[in-house]
């Protein structure tokens, strides 16, 4: 599976912007997608996951109730809406595919194909 993540940028906290991740080369139906973060001297966070249908959405506790993971099987696509952002959330975000349909957790040895990340900074 190849990712391709876009709708990073520059924004001021209390903003909002739209990650979008493309996958192509396999059936994108076939995978669990979650999204996660990287700050400069920082481990990779877990930020968002759904499982293969979208019944199933998991978020970390610092962005619950700001952030919503959806996806378009018809489209091969992931989204990460970002809302009230603050400057803490600045990151690369990276989205990947699970190892299978229905675990979207917060492993990362658990997601098999990642995307080369977009950056997101959130200025005070």
């Known amino acids: 599976v190849q990712l391709v993540e876009s709708g990073g940028g520059l924004v001021q906290a209390g903003g909002s912007l739209r990650l979008s991740c493309a996958a192509s080369?396999?059936?994108?139906?076939?995978?669990?997608m979650g999204w996660f973060r990287q700050a400069p001297g920082k481990e990779r966070e877990f930020v968002a996951g759904?499982?293969?249908?979208?019944?199933?959405?998991y978020y970390a506790d610092s962005v619950k109730g700001r952030f919503t993971i959806s996806r378009d099987n018809a489209k091969n696509t992931v989204y990460l809406q970002m809302n009230s952002l603050k400057p803490e959330d600045t990151a690369v975000y990276y989205c990947?595919?699970?190892?299978?349909?229905?675990?979207?957790?917060?492993?990362?040895?658990?997601?098999?194909?990642w995307g080369q990340g977009t950056q997101v900074t959130v200025s005070a």
């Open positions: 990947a595919a699970g190892r299978g349909p229905n675990y979207a957790g917060g492993n990362f040895r658990q997601y098999d194909y």
């Open positions: 759904i499982n293969w249908s979208g019944g199933s959405t």
């Open positions: 080369g396999r059936t994108f139906s076939n995978y669990a």
